[in-house]
């Protein structure tokens, strides 16, 4: 199993940055990728931005790009999410994923969420 806690979300003005957070514990080997999602009200969960392990490579939503920044810490099982120049529309629930595997072998582990809410 493994475990992921995030931190960091709250209330923000349009134009103004947040930093979330989150640690993972448990069985962290093999996880392939680590990332994060959203979910808005009334909406599908989407991919906002994942990283591989090395850091190697490095994907995001086109919604967020040039904005929003992925980042790992691997000595401390952290995947971090820089978002700036936010808009009402990334007002979300923020979940943080890793994933073990591929393909149709994969198995995702998923955070409680944190809401992330950008006032206009």
């Known amino acids: 199993q493994v475990q992921l806690v995030e931190s960091g979300g709250g209330l923000v003005q349009a134009g103004g940055s947040l930093r979330l957070s989150c640690a993972a514990s448990?069985?962290?080997?093999?996880?392939?990728?680590m990332g994060w999602y959203r979910q808005a009200t009334g909406k599908q969960r989407e991919l906002v931005a994942r990283i591989t392990s090395s850091g190697s490579r490095i994907n995001y939503a086109d919604s967020v790009k040039g904005r929003f920044t992925i980042s790992r810490d691997n000595a401390k099982n952290t995947v971090y999410l820089q978002m700036n120049s936010l808009k009402p529309d990334d007002t979300a629930v923020y979940y943080c994923?890793?994933?073990?595997?591929?393909?149709?072998?994969?198995?995702?582990?998923w955070g409680k969420g944190t809401l992330v809410t950008v006032s206009s």
């Open positions: 448990g069985s962290i080997f093999s996880i392939n990728y």
């Open positions: 994923n890793a994933r073990r595997g591929l393909g149709l072998d994969a198995m995702d582990y």
